[in-house]
């Protein structure tokens, strides 16, 4: 079992890296574009969509204002990555949103952030994959029916790959990154050239008819939905800050190389999303969030999906099945799953510095064989294959999960960054450039505040609920998590140098019968020449016990026999009874508890056994001045696993060794 | 959590019972008679419908077969019951089948046997709670969606009140028995006085057509389905050698009473079989394994089931409705979970027999709280809750399963019983006795074996196949335990006294920080006063290395501290490696590993602290000649256990002691 466990494992991660080797994982900035911008700029395949999804609602009168709402996210975009830029440079740690709160709103207001970011890595995930297999379905429509298993597999491998190592990932990354911004950057442009031409493009969906939810909107209605649009578009941010956050992981000069990425990332992003947008409504894109409300609609619209925006712009530009429609779904799809690879980048490292401040689990912080920060990788690729599964894969359900968590950090990070700069202001002799970047982030600040106010109302009942009930509940986890740590922490810190020996030594050998255990545990017993000496034995059965004397006698062992009854049956009890009477009177002593115990080749062996030795260690454990010795005997079948460890020493697997080098 | 468990457990059991009250629960013969009689009893609301179903495919006109199939049935089961006496009075000891085919025929006949037993036992609890369930549907009719998790939860209740220990279950049991019987005779009694008076009564099924699965049978095809129908009906031979397996639980004299109980027992059994199968054939029941073959159902017959025969007999005799009809129903479903008790008695004896000749594991000879084999009730009940969960429990369906193994054991038990009495022959002086007995046990002998050939032939492919698959496997399970105890127990016996101790004992303590819990290690490693004493630190980030050794030198801790590096970021190898190292040179002594332990109060503060140390202590177990011993450090948290236990300490709560008794 082992072997082959450790044989998966090196299959799925490779060799194990030396904790020397840490620095060559580091990333140039033709491949921190791709790991990084990959969220980003992905989002141009679900952006648009959603707006129009949304504004579907209202029936075909109100699509004609699908440009103006672009606009707005446009322009927001542009905000926010210029208050990034400044994030980058004056935090370069890696922190980012986290540390910026942290740093200059207090630990309240940071772990209000990191809880928001976590979720939002978790959102990440679930909604990039599930968007990537839509873009799949829209090329391969026969994958309809097993979407969902198809986003568990992609979660499952991107995981796998994480756990190898970030380096790695970057490579295996770039290409289909380039491949995306290229094939969807053609498509714009050929698109905008037809139009230029005079034959723009005619989506397959420019025919049909929607089934409005609402009619004849006016007033406060059509803002309230306008808005609602809007908040669905800003899934276009989503993703802005991952290069704040992972700031380290860049090459030297690391602020400046990452400033550069997010403005490259921040033009793309920015020209890809209003070129689509601007297509879709040329080409008259029709979608609904259900088949069934497109008047037109061809084939079953209950047990199939309508074609993604992106597809059915490729459709209208380069044809239907032509060779380009099918490379910008491949690269939509890839880009997809790339942006999901960011989260896999950035929850980690998040994991890792709150497990190292004690606000998480320990284990969040340790590196695992190739250097990646394995358990948070595994933590991520769970929870988001739980999401995806509950949600059925739906992107426009897992949306509206999403914005909330962004926008919560973006704002709490602008805030924190004014009064970063008012800081500055105080204490700098070049107030120009304070006085500017103060004003980015200002209106960063105001903008994505006010954005976050319309996400939560207009998103709140369509299930951003759950995401305001998760953000406060892990908040108070890491406190709680924290207030543990720090108490146990303040009641181990020792006062002064050693401890006071104990004044005597008594070992007690636990017996059910005499065997070679047994006889090897009261001999270790003997070895270490404690004050007092003593067999114990339980009385469950009267004839056992008259067995157990005579065997004792027959031997000739000198130790003292004591035996305790036990008119219940149970063992742990009496054990337990008589230790505590031995230390009533000698409270300052050390009573030893030694515990044969058999050591087994296979787990199922281990069932034929009691377990009561286990059951007896683990209470033990509560009593102050009693340690529990177990005296392993191996046997024979033990040896079994001594083999397997010759040919393939666990340690050794690991590290690669051979096993002639032992 | 502990202690609401141990209330949930005082609910279900009651308070425990002292090991020296083990006499007080055997049995009188009045109490005796439903426990053990109620399975071979309960057979007759099955058996005769079983016949008819079967019948039924060849069409109304092989029906009229029914009676003689019925007296072929009726000849076995009294050939048995006579077999099963001399079993009883040969062997009192309450071996039954497995003892008897253990002393004559030797131990892999015997395995057999229980193998062949252990399947019986779990399809009695499968077969008759599902009929049970049948009969409680046939009388509520709503009940019929739910009737899977109806069955579910009478397997629960019997585990539960066999758990609370065999006279408690014999009380509460004997009322309902005595109620079927005598409402089952009633209605045998009532309806022949009808017939005889010239009004029959006529069953609700009477009228109506059945589609046959095969017409016109002639010659072999007519004599298969006749021995298909006459197999189905041996079910109600079902149970029969129960009595044998629970003498020892007779008051005294055990054997005379067990025997008198079985004649009983056989009597009855006898007289209601015949009864129903005459009544059935004179009212003109119909029945189909699936009703939508029955032409006139009324109702849906995809989703409804038909009435048993015995709901039939009584809706036909006393009229549908009627007070009597629910009497009948009511007797009928309870004795059939009673008949399932008759398992839930034999199967954790024979598996505590098993276990006592180390043939299955020990734990199922221990007694729990309240003197019963627990664990053998615990398993009974999950495995017949699987099978009756995946079979949707249908009583057809499940006793295909039922008869082989019955039949199996029978065979085997009646040989053994012809080699007992050719011995006794060689000794005895009373030969007469003898050669009756032994004439008695050879008729039983041909009959069962040739009743196994047609059940082997006739229901292999409807399900036979599982058993015939699960006997061997058990079989050859039983042996690998056997062989593995044996071993286990030659490789551990003491040649002579003790052995000889190790000359040096050498203390290594593990150290990550300098806290409280490793300062007390090095404390108690010191009070032990080995030959030489060293503290171990692993080396994984060079800086904690530093942190750890300035704080040593600042406590002025006297230990000398030794650093091993782990490039890897494991903990456990290096250890490992150091101590081999240790012991190279050193093969005679005894290297104690001493390991700080936090104790928590919470399993999930558990959670928090890394779990290398568990790691470690396994490894290290296969090392010869190192101990581990563990230090526990009772964190705060951990108090609140400790006042928990001065409330309910478990021990105390377990033996109904009050805490002030403490």
Same mark, same amino acid.
Do not use: K, V, W
């Given at each position: 079992m082992v072997s082959f466990r450790q044989v998966v494992k090196r299959l799925v991660l490779g060799p194990p890296v030396r904790s020397?080797?840490?620095?060559?994982?580091l990333l140039p900035k033709r491949l921190a574009l791709p790991v990084f911008a990959s969220d980003p700029l992905s989002s141009v395949t679900y952006a648009t969509q959603e707006i129009l999804l949304i504004l579907s609602l209202g029936g075909l009168a109100v699509l004609h204002l699908a440009p103006w709402v672009g606009l707005g996210v446009v322009l927001l975009l542009a905000v926010v990555v210029a208050s990034y830029r400044q994030v980058v440079h004056a935090y370069p740690s890696g922190g980012g949103s986290y540390e910026v709160a942290a740093r200059n709103l207090g630990r309240n207001a940071s772990l209000v952030v990191a809880a928001a970011l976590m979720v939002d890595y978790v959102m990440t995930v679930a909604v990039s994959v599930a968007a990537g297999v839509d873009n799949l379905v829209s090329a391969v429509p026969a994958l309809y029916s097993s979407r969902v298993w198809l986003a568990v597999v992609l979660v499952l491998v991107l995981a796998a790959l994480n756990l190898r190592g970030a380096r790695e990932s970057g490579r295996a990354f770039a290409v289909p990154t380039y491949l995306f911004v290229t094939a969807m950057g053609l498509t714009v442009l050929v698109g905008f050239v037809q139009t230029a031409a005079g034959h723009a493009p005619v989506a397959e969906s420019a025919g049909w008819g929607i089934r409005p939810e609402q009619t004849d909107l006016t007033g406060i209605a059509l803002v309230f939905l306008l808005l609602r649009a809007f908040a669905s578009g800003c899934t276009a941010l989503t993703g802005v800050e991952a290069i704040s956050n992972g700031v380290?992981?860049?090459?030297?000069p690391r602020a400046h190389n990452a400033g550069r990425t997010m403005l490259i990332m921040g033009c793309l992003a920015i020209g890809l999303f209003s070129g689509v947008t601007a297509l879709a409504v040329i080409s008259g894109v029709r979608v609904a969030e259900?088949?069934? #409300?497109?008047?037109?609609? $061809?084939? #079953?619209c209950r047990n199939s999906g309508q074609r993604t925006v992106i597809a059915q712009l490729a459709a209208a530009v380069f044809g239907d099945g032509s060779v380009m429609f099918y490379v910008v779904q491949a690269g939509a799809a890839l880009i997809l799953v790339l942006a999901a690879n960011t989260a896999f980048n950035g929850f980690p490292m998040l994991g890792s510095l709150l497990a190292q401040r004690r606000?998480? $689990?320990?284990?969040?912080?340790t590196r695992g064989d190739r250097l990646a920060h394995s358990n948070g990788i595994i933590v991520l690729g769970a929870v988001s294959i739980a999401l995806i599964a509950s949600f059925g894969g739906s992107v426009t359900a897992l949306i509206q999960l999403y914005i909330v968590g962004v926008f919560l950090s973006f704002t709490l990070c602008q805030v924190g960054m004014v009064r970063h700069w008012n800081h500055e202001l105080r204490?700098? #002799?070049? $107030?120009g450039r304070a006085h500017r970047a103060r004003l980015i982030n200002a209106v960063g600040a105001v903008l994505t505040a006010t954005v976050l106010c319309v996400v939560l109302a207009t998103k709140f009942t369509h299930g951003a609920y759950l995401v305001v009930l998760a953000i406060p509940l892990l908040f108070l986890l890491m406190r709680g998590i924290h207030r543990h740590y720090r108490q146990v922490r303040r009641e181990l810190e020792p006062e002064s140098g050693l401890l006071d020996s104990p004044s005597r030594v008594h070992a007690v050998v636990l017996v059910s019968t005499v065997h070679k255990p047994a006889l090897r545990a009261m001999a270790f017993a003997r070895a270490t020449r404690p004050d007092t000496l003593t067999a114990l034995t339980v009385e469950v059965d009267e004839a056992d016990t008259h067995l157990l004397r005579s065997e004792w006698e027959r031997l000739g062992i000198d130790f003292p026999l004591e035996v305790v009854e036990s008119p219940y049956r149970d063992i742990t009890r009496p054990i337990v009874g008589y230790i505590k009477e031995l230390r009533r009177s000698r409270a300052r002593d050390l009573v030893c508890v030694y515990i044969p115990d058999y050591v087994v080749g296979h787990w199922w062996e281990?069932?034929?056994?009691?377990q009561s030795a286990l059951r007896l260690t683990w209470r033990l454990r509560f009593e102050p001045g009693v340690v529990v010795v177990s005296v392993p005997w191996q046997l024979d079948s033990s040896h079994r696993r001594e083999v397997d460890r010759a040919h393939h020493p666990p340690g050794h697997v690991r590290r690669g060794i051979r096993p002639d080098f032992r």
């Open positions: 020397d080797r840490m620095r060559e994982t380290p992981a860049f090459r030297r259900n088949p069934c #409300d497109l008047i037109g609609f $061809p084939g #079953d606000y998480l $689990p320990r284990q969040l912080h204490e700098s #002799d070049d $107030p281990g069932l034929l056994h009691n």
